[in-house]
């Protein structure tokens, strides 16, 4: 079959591979119909996640056709249209009942922090994701969900992880009726966490990013106030300015260890990697949210230090809440949003790609050129 194949920082390249075979009983084998590649990638992307591994294909977004289940699968047949969570999560661990699906114990039981994850490093216990045109999804009878007739697989393979991010995210950040949130990044997961402000009742919603057709995005997509961070003389000072002085009820920081905007970060956590990554938004997080106010993580940080101010966090009284999405038990509710039309993730696909393509989406998305907002891989062509 064909698959990504990553080859370094920068370097991706389509190669063939042997076809994934059910190694357990509770294995499926699925034909990738559309693999989304997402702003978490591209951390993978620029070498900012240790032990991503040369050889390795990504890809943690995709939906597609059942070709093969193992004899324990009993909730899935061959030929079932399928949106599969990033998230591998076993269904019965001490996480799992708790509906923590992001922090399987038993899908990546060497670590103590987050569970297993398709494409995403050995850190996320090295299994090989969905920028292909088969995969082997492990504990099928807990993750994959049929998509329903009705739906666009389009929206469907959002429903993977930027929709369900977005989402906890804004849930995270508690928001009360008439809450002022503001977000850093206008990418898919910043722009869904915008959208969903609103069905939690925010009055007020603000994202920064430094890139403007990102910011236009936003603007209509959230909608959202919008500003380039790059023309604020200070951020911190800005949002305490446009809000009485106080700060933002709720703070999101949807960015991660890419962030722009801060010289020392990016040499110390993008280009030395002493660091997990930039982490100048959440600095601007802690100190832009009001005192007790929230802050909520989803940028994807490697897993080493960093150094955040955590002194503001405590004289400030700021409670903060960080997470993988748990996609498995927000996609009921997620389903029926999509449904009513308050929410329409296929608005945010930009560029249909043949999956033969992969380097070149690769380049297109992480140089953020064309006005990519998210890219679609499509095995066969591009049909």
């Not at 661990?93 to 670590?111: D, T």
């Not at 009055?203 to 236009?216: P, S, W």
């Not at 002085?245 to 709720?250: K, P, Q, R």
């Not at 993008?270 to 993580?297: C, Q």
Request: hydrophobic share 40%.
């Amino acid at each position: 079959m064909l698959a990504m194949d990553y080859r370094g920082p920068y370097r991706v390249r389509l190669s063939e591979k042997p076809m994934p075979k059910i190694l357990h009983p509770r294995d499926a084998i699925v034909r990738v119909t559309r693999s989304c590649i997402c702003g978490s990638d591209l951390h993978l992307y620029h070498g900012m996640v240790p032990d991503t591994r040369v050889g390795m294909t990504f890809g943690h977004e995709f939906c597609g056709i059942v070709e093969e289940i193992g004899p324990e699968v009993q909730n899935l047949k061959v030929g079932d249209h399928v949106l599969v969570p990033f998230n591998i999560a076993c269904g019965h661990c001490h996480f799992c009942k708790q509906g923590l699906f992001g922090n399987c114990h038993e899908s990546n039981a060497q670590a103590t922090a987050v569970g297993g994850i398709f494409g995403y490093s050995h850190t996320a216990g090295g299994y090989d994701g969905g920028q292909a045109e088969y995969v082997r999804v492990p504990y099928a009878d807990v993750g994959p969900t049929v998509i329903p007739d009705w739906m666009d697989p389009d929206d469907a393979v959002l429903l993977t992880d930027v929709v369900p991010t977005g989402y906890q995210a804004a849930e995270m950040g508690g928001i009360q009726k008439g809450d002022t949130v503001a977000i850093f990044g206008a990418g898919p997961v910043g722009l869904m966490a915008a959208r969903a402000a609103w069905l939690f009742g925010a009055g007020r919603v603000i994202v920064f990013d430094h890139v403007d057709y990102r910011l236009e995005f936003a603007r209509t997509f959230g909608p959202a106030e919008v500003y380039n961070f790059k023309e604020v003389d200070d951020v911190v000072v800005f949002m305490k300015k446009t809000t009485d002085g106080l700060g933002a009820d709720v703070v999101i920081d949807a960015v991660g260890g890419d962030a722009k905007g801060n010289f020392l970060q990016t040499l110390f956590g993008a280009k030395l990697k002493l660091e997990a990554g930039n982490a100048i938004a959440l600095h601007w997080a802690i100190n832009s949210v009001k005192k007790g106010g929230i802050v909520s993580i989803v940028g994807v940080y490697g897993p080493t230090g960093n150094m955040v101010p955590m002194g503001n966090v405590v004289n400030k009284g700021i409670t903060i809440r960080a997470n993988q999405a748990s996609v498995k038990r927000l996609l009921p509710r997620l389903i029926e949003h999509v449904r009513a039309g308050h929410i329409n993730p296929k608005a945010m696909i930009t560029h249909r790609v043949p999956l033969e393509d992969v380097a070149d989406a690769y380049h297109i998305f992480a140089a953020k050129l064309d006005n990519c907002i998210k890219p679609v891989l499509v095995p066969n062509g591009g049909r």
